[in-house]
């Protein structure tokens, strides 16, 4: 049922874009055309590349913001205070993402809760444009998938002895130097998945950009759906094709990198 999606997909990239009467005919034939398309268009290579890069800085914002709030609620917060934060971190995902996104529209706007803020407070005279780029985006965006990198290395780092930190403390380790060679070790199979889907999630969004971004902060997924839009479904295909190797590429990178095997990555 997964597969096959997909597989229509993948044949709907490799077939031109004919008129109804012709599908099935004898110009019906797969052909590498679509694709080509991608590869000689730079516009399109260069927003392709731009989201990447984007997705990227996503994924490595949530995993700076995660770590440490995955570790406080697995090794330092106790008895009803972990259930308090957990509650605290899933209560804003019980609304619907778009609310959640035109929530930011309110706050970043030009007279939004933010810039009135700044400018009662003395520190700008003027409203600052804070959509203007990617910055909103990448906001927007690193804000909506945290639980999905919070709660994937909490897991892992829930089953951590406690016994290893002491020790490691009585024996006159550094947190730094605990975190680099016990803790975080332990939570690579979480970091990954936890990178992995967050990474995912932002390449394929296409509600954040739309909501948050301006015209120079197009998203690759916003040109899939252009040409969803204009009929053009081998074009699409083909492109949401090429986005989708590129995750499925990601993620054998961070199982490489984090020396995790797809066994260790689904349990």
Known sequence: MILIPQLIMFDYSLRPMLPLREIGGPKDIWTLKNYMVFFSNRLHMAIFFKTIWSSIIVTSTALAICYPIAFYLAKVARGAKVGWLMIGLIIPYWINELLRLFAWQIILAD??????????????????????????????????????????????MESLDRNQLDAARDLGASWLRIHYKIVMPHAKPGIAVGCTMTFMLAAGTVAAPQLLGSPSSFWFTQVINTNFECANWNL??????????????????MLKLFKVGLKELTQ
Do not use: E, K, W
């Open 111 to 156: 007279m939004g809760i933010l810039n009135q803020l700044l400018i009662f407070l003395g520190i700008i005279a003027d409203p600052i444009n804070f959509r203007m780029g990617n910055g909103a985006v990448i906001l927007g965006m690193t804000y909506a998938y945290i639980l999905f990198m919070v709660f994937p290395i909490y897991n892992v």
């Open 236 to 253: 699409g295909a083909a492109y949401a094709t090429v986005l989708m190797l590129l995750c499925v590429v990601f993620m054998f990178m």
